[in-house]
C-alpha cells in the first residue's frame, strides 16, 4: 500500500470519526432511519449515557452492532465490551449481524478486522478489540474491562441484565478517557436499572424511544396485526409497538371483572353435556399445599375437590373414587416431582392419565415461555368466552393473585409457585389444577404420552 493511500484512509477514517453516521451508512452501504441515527448520534458523543427503549425488531440490535464496528475502527486505543443476557443472543445473533457487516465494509476496511466467535479486533492491534461476554453475575471478572484509552459497554436486551451486572459495569468506565455505556431492550419490565432510568430524572442519560410507526423495520401490516390481536390499549401494544413500558401494577393475568362474570354465569346443562369430562390433578408439593382435583366439561367447571396431607398412594387412591364419580374422557396430571410417582400409580391402576409437564416448551413460543404460561393463556380465553366457574372464594383469590411478567424475548411467564409463595400469596393448587385441562388444546394424544401438536383455532373454540 503505498503512503499515499495511506494517507486518503486516514483522512477518511478521521472523517468518519467526526461524523459517524455518514461512516455507518456509507462504511456498511446501509441506511439508517431517524430513530437509529439518533442512536448513533447519541453514543458517539464523549461520555455518552443511552438507554434506548424500542419496539420490537425495529434494529437496535443492528444499530448497536454498527456502532461497535465503527467505534473498532475509528478509535485509537479501544476496546468494547459487548453483552447481552444470554450467550445465544451473542453467538448468534450478534456474530452473525458482525459477518454481514463485514461482508458490506469496502475491501480495503474489511481487510482491517478478524472476526472470531466471541471477538472481534483489529487485525495487528490485538488490545483494539471488542469482545462479547454473557451478561450474568457468574461472569463479573470476564466483565471487568481492561484499561484503555476509549472503553465502551453495550448491552442489548438490558431489562434482563442483574443489576448487579449493570453496577459492576457502569465502575468499570471510570478510568478512560472516552467512555460510552449504550443499553438497549424492548421495555418489558417495570423493575430493574434499564426501567430506572427512564422512571427517574437523571439528566445524566440520553433516553431514547424506538417505535414501530417511525422504524423503517416495522411495517404497517405488522402493526395493524398488533393492534387486531391484542387492542391499542393493551399493554401489549404499548411495549411492543409503542416502545413504552406497560402500566404500572398492570400485571394481574386475568381481568377481575372477567372473572365476576364466570362466576355469575349459569350455563343450562345442554350448553355443556355434549362436551367430554376432563379431570385436572395438581398433587400438593408443599406441606400446607392442597391437592387438587377439579372437573370440567367444555365452558363448565362442574367441581373442586381439596385435600390435605395425602401421602402418594393415597393420592393415587383418590383418583379412582374421582374417577368413578366423573368419569372423565382423561386426568391431566402435573408429573413434576411428586407428581411422576402418582402419575405411574394411576397408569398401573389402569386410569386414564396424561401427564402434564408444565415446565416444558409451549407450542405457541410467540407468545408464551412455557407449557404453564400457555396453559394458563388458553384458561384465561376460556374464562373470558363465556365460562361458568364455581362461586369458590379460594380459586378467586388465586385467579386474581395470578400474575405474569415478560421475558427478555418478550413471551409471558407466570410467577412460579415459589415465588407467589414468597410474597406471602395463596399457592395456586387449584388454578393449576383448572389450567392443567387446558393441556389437549396445546398437545394431542399419542397413546399414554402427550405429544406436541398446535390446534388451530376453530378446534380451540370446542373446548375439548
Ligand atoms: N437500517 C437497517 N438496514 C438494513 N437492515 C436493518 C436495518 N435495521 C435493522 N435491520 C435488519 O432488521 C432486522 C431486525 O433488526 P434487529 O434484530 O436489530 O431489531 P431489534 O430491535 O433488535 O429486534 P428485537 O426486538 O427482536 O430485539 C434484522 O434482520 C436487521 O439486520
Ligand atoms: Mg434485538
Known amino acids: 500500500m503505498s503512503k499515499n493511500i495511506n494517507d486518503k484512509l486516514a483522512d477518511l477514517l478521521l472523517y468518519y470519526r467526526n461524523n459517524p453516521i455518514d461512516a455507518i451508512e456509507q462504511l456498511f452501504g446501509v441506511t439508517l432511519d431517524d430513530q437509529q441515527k439518533n442512536l448513533v448520534r447519541c453514543s458517539t458523543k464523549q461520555h455518552s449515557r443511552v438507554a434506548c427503549k424500542s419496539s420490537q425488531g425495529s434494529g437496535k440490535t443492528f444499530t448497536l452492532v454498527c456502532i461497535s464496528m465503527y467505534l473498532l475502527l475509528v478509535e485509537e486505543d479501544c476496546r468494547i465490551l459487548m453483552t447481552a443476557p444470554s450467550s445465544q443472543l451473542l453467538s448468534r445473533v450478534f456474530h452473525s449481524e458482525f459477518l454481514k457487516l463485514h461482508a458490506k465494509l469496502p475491501k480495503v476496511f474489511q481487510d482491517f478486522f478478524e472476526i472470531l466467535k466471541e471477538s472481534v479486533y483489529i487485525k495487528g492491534r490485538p488490545y483494539q478489540i471488542l469482545n462479547m461476554v454473557t451478561g450474568s453475575p457468574s461472569n463479573l471478572t470476564s466483565l471487568q474491562g481492561g484499561h484503555s484509552h476509549s472503553y465502551h459497554v453495550l448491552m442489548d436486551e438490558a431489562n434482563g441484565i442483574s443489576e448487579e451486572v449493570f453496577d459492576t459495569l457502569l465502575g468499570t468506565l471510570g478510568a478512560s478517557h472516552r467512555t460510552s455505556f449504550i443499553m438497549t431492550a424492548n421495555p418489558v419490565q417495570n423493575h430493574g436499572r434499564f426501567f430506572e432510568i427512564f422512571a427517574k430524572d437523571n439528566p445524566r442519560w440520553d433516553k431514547l ?3 414501530a410507526h417511525d422504524s423503517a423495520q416495522s411495517t404497517d401490516n405488522w402493526i395493524e396485526d398488533m393492534k387486531a ?158 365460562a361458568d366457574i364455581l362461586d369458590y372464594p379460594e380459586l378467586i383469590s388465586q385467579l386474581n393473585a395470578t400474575s ?61
Open 404 to 464: 405474569y411478567t415478560y421475558n427478555n424475548r418478550m413471551q409471558i411467564m407466570l410467577l412460579t409457585k415459589k415465588e407467589i409463595k414468597r410474597m406471602g400469596l395463596p399457592s395456586p393448587d387449584i388454578a393449576d389444577a383448572i389450567a392443567l385441562t387446558f393441556a389437549p388444546m396445546v398437545y394431542g394424544f399419542i397413546g399414554n404420552s402427550v405429544k406436541a401438536k398446535t390446534i388451530n383455532r376453530v378446534q380451540r373454540r370446542n373446548w375439548v
Open 209 to 211: 424511544t424506538f417505535n
Open 229 to 386: 390481536q391484542y387492542g391499542e390499549d393493551s399493554d401489549n401494544y404499548k411495549i411492543r409497538v409503542l416502545g413504552e413500558f406497560g402500566r404500572f401494577g398492570e400485571n394481574q393475568f386475568f381481568d377481575t371483572l372477567q372473572i365476576d362474570n364466570a362466576i355469575e354465569n349459569r350455563l343450562p346443562e345442554a350448553s355443556y353435556s355434549q362436551y367430554p369430562i376432563i379431570c385436572g390433578l395438581d398433587p400438593a408439593r408443599y406441606g400446607p399445599d392442597s391437592t387438587v382435583f377439579v372437573t370440567r366439561q367444555g365452558p363448565k367447571l362442574l367441581d373442586i375437590r381439596e385435600y390435605k396431607s395425602l401421602s402418594t398412594m393415597e393420592v393415587a387412591a383418590k383418583a379412582v373414587d374421582y374417577y368413578h364419580k366423573w368419569r372423565p374422557v382423561s386426568i391431566m396430571v402435573d408429573s413434576i416431582g411428586l407428581g411422576a410417582g402418582i402419575y405411574d400409580r394411576m397408569v398401573e391402576l389402569s386410569l386414564p392419565a396424561r401427564e402434564v409437564i408444565v415446565s416444558n416448551k409451549p407450542s405457541n413460543p410467540k407468545s408464551y415461555g412455557n407449557l404453564r404460561a400457555q396453559i394458563y393463556g388458553e384458561m384465561r380465553e376460556w374464562l373470558y368466552n363465556g
